[in-house]
């Protein structure tokens, strides 16, 4: 898979949402053929701003590459991903470049139900970003589940975590 964070940037920006001042967060379904090619883009979380939410999956399609996902036997098959994009406002983007670090944390069941799950903020807007972007109520689709050596399924926790660092440089 590409960045994720490439697909979408601030030169996107839709002119008409930028007039009329407007942003927001928005989750959104890229359902991907067996070679990886993204076939359909379906927003399931409004920002409320129709041309954000058409260019988002308007760019996904045109951007986005992923790895094909596989069975238990190895073959390519169809699967879906699911994120969140948070549109700001030039003058928003410069709150955005402060320290912060995010932590998604949950249990993949033996069914591929998905228990357990945490997500924290920590740092700079960390209360704005847990209002538009708990990742814990995301699609609560069954996913396919982790396999034991033996092809049997198997529950794992699985931790993702991002973070923003800004150091000085020597000048």
Do not use: H
């Amino acid at each position: 898979m590409n960045n994720p964070g490439g697909w979408v940037t601030p030169a996107d920006y839709p002119p008409e949402a930028l007039r009329e001042k407007r942003g927001g967060a928005l989750r959104f379904l890229v359902r991907i053929a067996a070679d990886g090619t993204p076939v359909e883009c379906n927003v399931i979380e409004s920002s409320g701003v129709p041309s954000l939410d058409e260019k988002t999956c308007s760019l996904i399609i045109k951007r986005a590459k992923f790895y094909p996902a596989q069975d238990a036997d190895g073959r390519s098959v169809a699967s879906s991903y699911t994120n969140a994009i948070r549109w700001s406002l030039p003058s928003e983007a410069a709150n955005v470049l402060e320290p912060k670090s995010e932590t998604l944390s949950f249990i993949l069941d033996e069914d591929g139900s998905i228990k357990d799950c945490k997500f924290d903020v920590r740092g700079a807007g960390a209360e704005a970003i847990m209002k538009t972007k708990n990742l814990c109520n995301s699609n609560p689709a069954l996913r396919e589940p982790f396999r034991g050596p033996n092809g049997q399924p198997i529950a794992k926790r699985v931790i993702m975590k991002s973070s923003l660092e800004i150091e000085d440089v020597a000048q």
